[in-house]
């Protein structure tokens, strides 16, 4: 009893998910692929055996065959993919963000409620297993009341000048801090009710021209009054550095470190190991485990627990922190978000 | 320009080499599958779009199609099917080991020496990222002359008494140290010359009752007058733990720990991380990775770097060590190989 | 040619700087402790052999014999200390904070001026084999420039209540931040010009009775436009927790873990080990290096590397990041620093 | 009520039991320190404020006052001074070893038992907290039966040559092995039965020409048939390590790792740490600590837990391995000791 799935976006991360679903997840039967540009989508067609192929994603909405779409067309048109996914009654993954617009987010959103299809949105970080045992020791009360979260995401290099531009990326704090934000909302169980952004351009002094920045630390306050901050850097050189922590009243956690399995070499100089060198090594398993579980919730008829609402929210707090780094003071997240 | 793979065997070990030949490795086309059980034959082909299907691996082996074979068959037949495959004129990847036997490797060997084809063998380990790395480091002259290997395999559970078996498994000691005994060769770059066990049945008294035991010791003495010393256990009920150290005039190598991503757990009552829980979990990777290489190997017409003759060269050191641990008194390894 | 230094308080500082004048530092006598309290004075004078005692600290400044006092009295009385043993021309060393004061640090800063004498302040993290290692390593370029500060203290436990109300300690921002302020100014090389911070009484409902919080983040944003994040806790229950980042263009530093020398203990539940206990478990070797340095300045006639306009600058951070959490918005340091 | 405690040796190791003596324990009153090197004996005398001073050890002993000695004159006279100071009726602590040879092990525990004062010897990595900690974890079950000892124990360089000397040091294996040997019997609580030794001379040819050798692995089996390895080097460039582990039915210990507080310098070419440089680092507390625990048992009247006999035992052991390295075989400790 396999899931019929159309893929939407054939470029980077439509290959990954491309692979995933003919791969690794087993009740699924990927039958058709959209994308506009014709070369990428013959070679993922032929290269991932997809019988049907459309250069426009309306036509793959149009096919009776298509239970759910997988989401991966470039990142800006999310919002009206998924609404035009959901009026044609599929059931929908998607590639985060859902739209760096709130009310683009409003409207996606309504058309699936409207629908009454399935979302799921793709924060695979909640399904990599050192973050998903985190949160179960959360639930299980192993550190008793989350006070504080921390966490730090740093990308080995600095991005394209054009993607780093605002009206593409969202810059910084959008681009890179949506995994956070939803990861503080997720763990700690509470929403995000002011931030306080410091941020510059200091090691990429050309991110300056186009209006972006490559390092920040945000300061979160919960509305339940706990703590937070996270810090981004467009310049961790020594490798991917993804790590988080939750202090608690009876305990912490701390997740994620820089290396998987480690060679240590041990000389006159001291000890040196190597890092992750980027994100697929670190999370690879993860994306493909989030897909398994979007195709369980469609054959056991189960709600999603990563929805459009959490994309949306994780969208207003990166929205207010950066207005927070543009305004030079603490916004509350009300503010973006009426 | 792919290469068309006949798999043979299609249990455990077949699956993961189907699942990496249909889906890791982009140069190869899985053409053929064989296995005498109809029900595994059939659910592999169907999972893995494979066209052919055999009970008889000498069917497989007459097929014109097929260039190349992949040996996942059960332990005790590999030398057969090995000798086989090399007089149909295919090239072989094969699962260790050779044979448990020397005689039956030497006659395995002998046959691909006549056939001029290439036999690689699954010492998958050495295609381990951080197991490669070391080994750079060492050519590089990072640590000076390796001076002391020593070594530690050990699983997290018991056998079934029936593979337990010396005519099975070979036992504790060629069963599990197979790998430890080639990473010995290899890294020191040097051959084993003596060995010496100490072991006993602690664990698991049952396995007493088979004819085996639990955990070993084993001294090494290289040709070139290096030390060593690998141990061997059955109850590390902690997790899967394989490590490796290579002590040089210069420095030290450490290769493996515990873990992959860690979530600390951090109470009153300490810090507490989880472990690797076996052994596709720490090798999944290296496992796809060395059939990679065995295809480039034959697309570019270039001699394997795991070569029968390894295989065999670790079978001795294992029978010289089980010879050790019966007789209770150190063992040259030419003695068990005239 | 032994420097013969007076103490100032024999309580718990007191017998800590006691034992490391007495046993730890060769080039120094102990000549003479001051304290109020009889018995208190009486214990330290017999089991560190001190041949003088005084119950009022102005006796002991007008001492001929005593070349330096170490000031360890209670932390209110810092500068009232300083400024007398300042005009009675003793070179001095004190423990931290100089005054949680401004204007009282000031006047001690302008006694010591006019008296021409040394003064170093204990900011003895500056002396810690990591952090000094972290240091060098920045001077020697290793990082590049540094562009994010990140620093973590918690403490096992708070304070009693008496301690936290903010007439005596200052509050948890003054108390514990002065080190990290310090630091921030120290491994950066750059003043800190704006602070924000969120905090909340989240642990121990006790304290905000007497206007204490237990956990805070501070927002840091430096005169060179580096930025940085500080966290501060009083429920770290697994242990004390002192950690330290410098991220640069180049490469980052990690300063401190949780524990020294570890016994992991291997379980089917995982890995564990302990952490350690608290400050002097961590510290103790870094109070006495300080020390040391303290004489060698005074022998060698050379500049303290660590003043009383550190601990002025450090404690105007802390006044500021305290000003931001009682008003919620990011505060300028020089609005508390006219 | 404190113990009035003579020292006898005033080199390296008597400087460092003089400082425990007069700052680190409340309970000892350090009365007299011989040594027949006069400049040694004032130089020790004047920094640690012990009037009375002795060049022969014997009129030491014949002072009423001392009640108990600390043995850390040379190597090759313990056993002797031993016996002096039982039969003038002291109690003794000292430094490791009784004796490399057995017949005056047994000679120096005869007048010890007749002469009914107690004798605790310098075996102070039992009283090392990770040790300590380890050893209180098999006692309560933690890891269940024990079945495997593993221990490595290396220098970060070589000896002189005249100390490498068999009839001097012992040789790398009673020289460096004896702590591990007295860690095996303690933690396994079973006594070494049979021996086997690979070594050779690998990194300084130099110590062949006196008889030694830099590298060796030794084989263990236990008297209940538990297994074990003891790796020596002196060539650790990277650092002073020392490491246990202790493998049970049902877990596993670690004891030691690399480093105490680490620094973490991360860069493009990895993640760099240091190491412990040497002894005095890693085991400095432990020396104070055997030194409490000795004058506990004094004042308390209760047995020390490590006994000459202790002593004894692993120097058998020590003699054996040598034996074994010797004669290329296995050797049964019983061989050696009749």
Not at 217 to 236: E, H, K, Q, Y
């Amino acid at each position: 009893m396999a899931v019929k799935i159309g893929l939407i976006g054939a470029g980077r991360m439509g290959r990954v998910y491309a692979s995933t679903l003919a791969f690794s997840v087993s009740e699924v039967d990927l039958v058709a692929v959209a994308d506009p540009d014709r070369a990428a989508l013959a070679e993922v067609a032929d290269r991932y055996h997809i019988p049907s192929t459309y250069q426009d994603y309306r036509d793959l909405l149009g096919s009776q065959e298509v239970e759910a779409v997988v989401v991966a067309s470039p990142t800006g048109t999310h919002a009206e993919v998924i609404a035009a996914a959901a009026q044609a009654g599929k059931h929908i993954f998607s590639e985060k963000p859902l739209s760096q617009n709130l009310q683009r987010c409003d409207e996606a959103l309504k058309a699936v409620r409207q629908a009454g299809v399935k979302l799921q949105m793709g924060f695979m970080r909640r399904f990599d297993a050192p973050y998903a045992a985190a949160k179960q020791k959360i639930l299980d009360g192993v550190i008793g009341k989350p006070v504080m979260f921390k966490s730090t995401s740093r990308d080995p290099k600095r991005t394209s000048l054009e993607f780093a531009k605002r009206e593409n990326s969202g810059g910084l704090i959008l681009d890179m801090g949506v995994h956070d934000f939803d990861l503080a909302r997720w763990l700690m169980d509470s929403e995000v009710a002011r931030v306080h952004s410091e941020g510059a351009c200091l090691a990429f002094p050309e991110l300056k021209e186009v209006g972006d920045i490559d390092n920040v630390v945000i300061n979160l306050r919960f509305t339940n009054d706990a703590i937070g901050n996270i810090d981004l850097s467009r310049n961790a050189v020594y490798g991917y550095d993804i790590r988080t922590e939750v202090l608690g009243t009876d305990g912490s956690l701390w997740i994620g470190y820089l290396q998987q399995t480690p060679t240590l070499v041990l000389t006159r100089a001291g000890v040196m190991h190597d890092t992750v060198p980027y994100f697929m090594e670190r999370f690879g398993s993860a994306y493909a485990e989030q897909v398994r579980v979007f195709v369980k919730h469609i054959l056991e008829d189960t709600p999603p627990e990563v929805t459009g609402e959490d994309a949306r929210a994780a969208t207003a707090i990166g929205i207010a922190a950066t207005l927070s780094l543009d305004e030079g003071r603490p916004v509350q997240v009300r503010e973006v978000d009426l």
